[in-house]
Nanobody, 123 residues
Framework: QLVESGGGLVQVGGSLRLSCAASGFDFDDYAIGWFRQAPGKEREKVSCMKDGSEYYQDSVKGRFIISTDNVKKIVELQMNSLKPEDTAVYYC????????????????????WGQGTLVTVSS
């Protein structure tokens, strides 16, 4: 089970930290991703972590940071310098690392999803 938290309303240039609490997962065995879906758009990859390597979508490079805490079993997404175009529902997702060679598997490959948390960036 994955449960996201930390979304909310923030002004342009502000920061938010999203958390995804996992039960029944050992992050060392999984590829972990953050995806987002903006109004009227398809869901897209934002950031992933697998085997200690990180992936970031070009639009968030240098602004977002993904991290995991295997003791607390949480994955976080620190989002800085937020822009209106970052407004979306953010989801965390995982899949077994041995089932994919991709650092950031496509959406359809992810096996487990959280319910999502809404991030709104106001200008």
């Amino acid at each position: 089970q994955l449960v996201e938290s930390g979304g909310g309303l923030v002004q342009v240039g502000g920061s938010l930290r999203l958390s995804c609490a996992a039960s029944g997962f050992d992050f060392d065995d999984y590829a972990i991703g953050w995806f987002r879906q903006a109004p009227g758009k398809e869901r897209e990859k934002v950031s992933c972590m697998k085997d200690g390597s990180e992936y970031y979508q070009d639009s968030v490079k240098g602004r977002f940071i993904i991290s995991t805490d295997n003791v607390k079993k949480i994955v976080e997404l620190q989002m800085n310098s937020l822009k209106p175009e970052d407004t979306a529902v953010y989801y965390c997702a995982t899949m077994s690392r041995i089932l994919t060679d991709d650092l950031c598997p496509r959406e359809s490959a992810m096996a487990y999803w959280g319910q999502g948390t809404l991030v709104t960036v106001s200008s």
